[in-house]
């Protein structure tokens, strides 16, 4: 029964280099199977030499692909291949998801609603702030620096070690960009609703700064987009200073949801189970 599922529907895929540590198969193996469709979503593992090759196999159907997921290293090819990429992913050069529709090879980057979404359903009325700050100015961080800003909030500080690389974002996303060095930090989270953390501080376990959040508004999230592990350091510093926190799982959780209804057909919940899921893998390893 489930090999039938699996050989007839629509057959999608997670490509990268390398790609064994994707979660997607799961997420979406678990959309498939609680929505009883058919269809098929795998890792599939593309070296830089070949992703433009694997591209034309997508476009020219030989592949059997309906479409995927891109992660590192090749969203920016995959976006510059494509022959119909959306505005978002136009604005950030790189694509995340990729589906073909009428012959065309369509891509979109998914990021930013998945960091909205999450935090729409973590801690709804965040958008109601009027400043923000994001912490980090890498690959990461562009997409939840556009969401943010077309969710409209007026004044998002980007903050980043390398000052040049923030600059390079707030020349990018417009006005109500603004990029600084670590020392402006206490300055513009003070009165902020929203900070981020696109940084690799903390990540797997790593030590992270001590952080001061007081300068925050009261009643201000804190949210990480890292999730490995899903309390972070910075997470942990801000709820021990009275924060809200939200966790960075739920943005991988939610970023799959349009993709899975381009290639399978229905727009799947993100619910606890899914969520119990994917912490448990993460535990396993
Ligand atoms: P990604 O594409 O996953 O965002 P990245 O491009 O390597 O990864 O960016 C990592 C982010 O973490 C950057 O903002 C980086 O700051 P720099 O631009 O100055 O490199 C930040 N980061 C990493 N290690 C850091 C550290 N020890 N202190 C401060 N920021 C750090």
């Not at 136009?90 to 980057?109: C, P, R, V």
Request: aromatic share 8%; hydrophobic share 40%.
């Amino acid at each position: 029964m489930d090999d039938s599922r699996e050989t007839l529907g629509p057959k999608a895929f997670v490509t990268g280099f390398p790609v064994k540590h994707s979660r997607s198969p799961l997420i979406h193996g678990y959309w498939l199977k609680t929505l009883g469709l058919p269809g098929s979503y795998r890792a599939h593992e593309v070296a830089p030499a070949e992703f433009a090759g694997f591209i034309a196999s997508l476009k020219d159907g030989s592949s059997g692909f309906t479409g995927g997921n891109v992660t590192i290293p090749h969203k920016e090819l995959a976006y510059q291949l494509a022959d119909c990429p959306d505005a978002l992913s136009e604005e950030l050069g790189a694509s995340n998801t990729l589906w073909i529709e009428d012959g065309k090879l369509h891509a979109t980057n998914t990021d930013g609603r998945g960091f909205t979404a999450n935090l729409d359903e973590r801690h709804p009325g965040w958008d109601q702030t009027g400043t923000a700050v994001i912490f980090g100015a890498g690959g990461a961080s562009r997409a939840v620096i556009q969401a943010v800003r077309d969710r409209g909030l007026k004044n998002i500080h980007v903050v980043n070690r390398t000052l040049s690389r923030a600059q390079e974002l707030a020349d990018r996303f417009g006005a109500q960009v603004r990029a600084h060095a670590p020392e402006a930090l206490n300055e513009v989270m003070s009165g902020a609703g929203l900070f981020i953390n696109t940084t690799s501080l903390g990540m797997d376990g790593e030590a992270a700064p001590q952080m001061d959040f007081s300068p925050l508004a009261s009643g201000a999230v804190v949210t990480d987009i890292v999730y490995v592990p899903l309390r972070t350091p910075m997470l942990i510093q801000a709820e021990q200073q009275g924060f809200a926190t939200v966790d960075g799982l739920g943005m991988l959780l939610h970023q799959a949801v349009p993709g899975f209804a381009k290639w399978f057909g229905r727009t799947p919940d993100v619910d606890a189970e899914l969520r119990a899921l994917i912490v448990a893998d993460m535990e396993k390893h």
